[in-house]
C-alpha cells in the first residue's frame, strides 16, 4: 500500500510517499509560501531529479490539488491514479490529554484537535486545515492522525506537573506535554534493533538536537521524561529558543526593557537560543561550529558551550531518573551530524555514566552507527530520525485495525 504523510505547516505542505510494503520512499515534495506571493513546489521522485517551480496557491487547497496532481502527472508522477494511495498519516502537534496513540480521524477527533488549538494555537489549526483538505480531495481515503505529543503522554504526574497550582492543571490543563514524539518514539525502537536487545528491557536517553531540540528518557518502552513542556520553549537551548529561564527573566525583559508579555514570548522564542547568545551571530550550528574551531569568535564558543552543557545536564538528570541508561542516542540535524557537539557533550561531561567515545567510529554524519568503544557501560548512538516512516507505519497499523 502507498501511504502519503503529511505535514501541514501555517504558510508550507510537506509530503512524502511512502511504500508500506518495502518502507521505501516512493516520492517527496514541499509546498511553500501558501497563501503568500511567490509560492512555489519542489517535488522528487525517488531516483530522479528534484525539480522546483513557482506555482499559485491561495491557500492549503490549492497545496493539496497541486500536490495530487505532481503525484499522478504522466512524466515524473509517483503512481497512476491516485486510488492507488491506500491511506494518509497526518502530522499533528498536539493531542493534548486526548491521544496517548495515532488514530483514526473521525468529526471527534477533529473536534479534539480543534480543542487542542488553545495549546498549539499556530499548529493545529493548520495540521487541521490539511486533514479537511485530503478529506474533500481524497474521499473514502481513511486519514490518520499522528500525535507529536502522544508518546511523552505515558509520564508519571511527578514529571508532567508544574509546582504550581493545582487547578490550573485542572482548569486549563497546564502541564507539561512534551514534543518530537514521533521521533522519539522511532529512534527509541530503532535503539532497541541496533543494540538488538527487547525494546521492553531498555533504558535510553533519546537526544534530538535540530533547530528545535528535545531530550527524552525511555524505560521499558515508555516515555517517563522529556525536556519540552506546556510548549516547545522548555528545556534545551535551541537555535532562536531559550528552554529553560527562570520566570523572573520575563517579569525583569518586561519591566526594563518596557515589553508586553506577548513581545517577551516572541523574543525567547525567536531571539534567543544560540542566536541570542552568540550575540546575534547564527541560529545555525554549521555557522556556529565553523567559528568555534576557527577559535576567533568568543561569542560563537559561548554558545556552543552554554548548548553542550544545557544538553549533558538533561542527559545527567535523566540518568538519574532512569536510575542508569543503557544507551544515548544522537539524532536530528545537529545530533546526526556533528561529531564536534556529540564530543563536546560526552566528554568529559558524562565519563561517570561510562561514556567512552569512539573518535574513529564518531566522526560520521547522517549514517547510523554505535559510536562508543566496545568497552563502554553507556553505549552511544547515532541514529537518523524518519518521522515520516514512523507516521506511515502508525497510518498502516490504524488502517490494518492493530
Ligand atoms: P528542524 O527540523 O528543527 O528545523 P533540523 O533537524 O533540520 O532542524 O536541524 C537543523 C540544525 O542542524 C541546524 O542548526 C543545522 O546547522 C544543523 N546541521 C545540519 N547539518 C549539520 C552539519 N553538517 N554540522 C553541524 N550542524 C549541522
Not at 506546556?230 to 520575563?250: A, F, H, K
Request: aromatic share 6%; with cysteine.
Amino acid at each position: 500500500m502507498k501511504i502519503l504523510v503529511i505535514n501541514c505547516g501555517s504558510s508550507s505542505l510537506k509530503f512524502q510517499l511512502i511504500d508500506s510494503e518495502t518502507e521505501e520512499l516512493t516520492a517527496k515534495g514541499l509546498c511553500e509560501r501558501i497563501g503568500i506571493a511567490g509560492s512555489r513546489i519542489s517535488y522528487t521522485l525517488t531516483g530522479h531529479e528534484k525539480r522546483k517551480w513557482d506555482a499559485p496557491m491561495a491557500d492549503h487547497k490549492d497545496a493539496v490539488r497541486l500536490m495530487l496532481q505532481t503525484l499522478t502527472n504522466p512524466e515524473d508522477g509517483a503512481v497512476k491514479e491516485l486510488s492507488e494511495i491506500g491511506a494518509v498519516g497526518h502530522r499533528v502537534v498536539h493531542g493534548g490529554e486526548h491521544f496517548s496513540e495515532a488514530t483514526l480521524i473521525t468529526p471527534q477527533v477533529k473536534e479534539a484537535i480543534m480543542e487542542c488549538t488553545v495549546l498549539a494555537p499556530l499548529h493545529n489549526p493548520a495540521n487541521l486545515q490539511g486533514i479537511e483538505d485530503c478529506e474533500l480531495q481524497l474521499p473514502g481515503v481513511p486519514q490518520v492522525a499522528v500525535f507529536d505529543t502522544a508518546f511523552h503522554q505515558t509520564m508519571d504526574e511527578e514529571a508532567y506537573l508544574y509546582a504550581i497550582p493545582y487547578r490550573y492543571y485542572k482548569q486549563f490543563g497546564i502541564r507539561r506535554y512534551g514534543f518530537h514524539g514521533t521521533s522519539h518514539q522511532y529512534v527509541s525502537r530503532r535503539a532497541a534493533d541496533i543494540l538488538g536487545k527487547p525494546y521492553e528491557s531498555l533504558k535510553l536517553i533519546i537526544c534530538h538536537l535540530g533547530n528545535g531540540a528535545s531530550v527524552s528518557a525511555i524505560k521499558d518502552g515508555r516515555c517517563i521524561d522529556t525536556s519540552m513542556g506546556l510548549t516547545p520553549l522548555e528545556g534545551l537551548i535551541m537555535g532562536t529558543r531559550s528552554g529553560d529561564v527562570d520566570p523572573g527573566v520575563l517579569e525583569m525583559m518586561a519591566g526594563k526593557d518596557g515589553k508586553n508579555i506577548h513581545e517577551v514570548m516572541r523574543i525567547l522564542n525567536k531571539e534567543s537560543g544560540v542566536l541570542g547568545l552568540s550575540d546575534g551571530f547564527s541560529s545555525d550550528f554549521r555557522d556556529l561550529e565553523d567559528a568555534y574551531l576557527e577559535g576567533n569568535n568568543p561569542a560563537a564558543t559561548r554558545a556552543i558551550k552554554a548548548f553542550v552543557l544545557r544538553v549533558a545536564k538533561y542527559i545527567g538528570a535523566y540518568a538519574a531518573e532512569l536510575n542508569g541508561a543503557d544507551a544515548i542516542c544522537f539524532t536530528a540535524g545537529i545530533g546526526e551530524n556533528s561529531p564536534v557537539i556529540r564530543e563536546l557533550i560526552c566528554s568529559p561531561y558524562l565519563e561517570h555514566l561510562g561514556v567512552e567515545l569512539d573518535k574513529e567510529a564518531n566522526n560520521i554524519r547522517g549514517k547510523e552507527r554505535i559510536v562508543s568503544t566496545p568497552s563502554a557501560k553507556t553505549k552511544v548512538l547515532v541514529i537518523p530520525t524518519n518521522e515520516e516512516l514512523e507516521i506511515a507505519r502508525h497510518t498502516l497499523a490504524i488502517v490494518k485495525g492493530k
